[in-house]
């Protein structure tokens, strides 16, 4: 029951990369000793205001994608897709109160780096309310990357639209528990394209200290990057009617404002 993500959706054991894609993360600073397993690691420290990974947020994300930590209480868990480079840009910092938060212009500067290095899917597990110059910076970088992973929110019923998740061509992702239930606190709305595991989900610490459980959707958006890194290296399609096409129908029946299509299926992939 502790490890129940990679299970639900179908993910038995961590499968390398047959080649190395670029993943850029825009989230706190990683923290690499956690057991990373990647083909290369670039890192620019963007945000200026205190802790740059408030509460191992991008950490977390990180080891969500590929990681495999050291230890015996880390002994079982897995990220999905060891093999990849990743692009951490550190926009997560904390506010005058001391709560983690991204500045509108940290963020965008860290899109311009993940592009400038070479990105070719991002992982963006921040969200904010809607504006004009965000919108914008997204939709010129969205024809250069091959998908745009972005969680969809942690508002609940009446959180409204969330930036970049609610922009055309991202692939906007809720979260869901261990027994196929939405999470109570995720955002709803028809943009939503699918939802993965990211209620009570189980990460590793920076130490062998018995790891910890998060709940949000930014845990659940990095199982699809994960999905999405998997198959590009492989020359296989990633746009969101593939993942859907795959994806398993949850109730209620249908497309529905809080899990989108259904629930990421991983699937065959060939060697």
């Known amino acids: 029951g502790r490890l129940y993500a990679t299970a639900l959706l179908g993910i038995d054991q961590p499968q390398p990369l047959p080649q190395p894609v670029r993943v850029a993360m825009l989230d706190g600073a990683v923290e690499p000793a956690i057991g990373l397993e990647l083909a290369g690691f670039e890192q620019v420290r963007i945000a200026s205001s205190g802790d740059p ?18 230890g015996p209480a880390n002994a079982a868990f897995f990220g999905p897709s060891p093999g990849l480079i990743l692009l951490n840009a550190a926009v997560l910092g904390r506010d005058a109160q001391g709560r983690p938060q991204a500045r509108a212009l940290d963020v965008l500067r860290g899109l311009d780096w993940s592009l400038r290095s070479g990105a ?15 919108a914008r910076a997204f939709a010129l970088a969205r024809p250069k990357l091959a998908a745009i992973v972005a969680a969809a929110g942690n508002g609940g019923a009446d959180g409204g639209l969330v930036y970049p998740a609610a922009l055309p061509g991202v692939i906007a992702v809720a979260a869901m528990d261990a027994r ?75 497309r529905d404002v809080q899990t989108g299509c259904g629930l990421l299926q991983w699937g065959g992939l060939p060697r």
């Open 180 to 254: 196929l239930r939405p999470y109570r606190d995720g955002t709803r709305g028809s943009w939503i394209t699918l939802a993965a595991p990211g209620v009570e989900v189980w990460v590793p610490g920076r130490a062998d200290d018995g790891g910890r459980y998060v709940s949000g959707t930014s845990f659940a958006a990095p199982f699809v990057t994960a999905w999405v890194a998997q198959r590009l290296a492989r020359g296989l399609p990633v746009d969101a009617a593939t993942l859907c096409a795959n994806a398993r129908d949850v109730p209620p029946a249908g």
């Open 53 to 70: 990974d408030p509460g191992q947020h991008g950490t977390a994300v990180a080891c969500l994608l590929a990681c495999r930590p050291r």
């Open 120 to 134: 070719q899917v991002l992982n963006v597990s921040l969200g904010a309310a809607p504006d004009a110059v965000t």
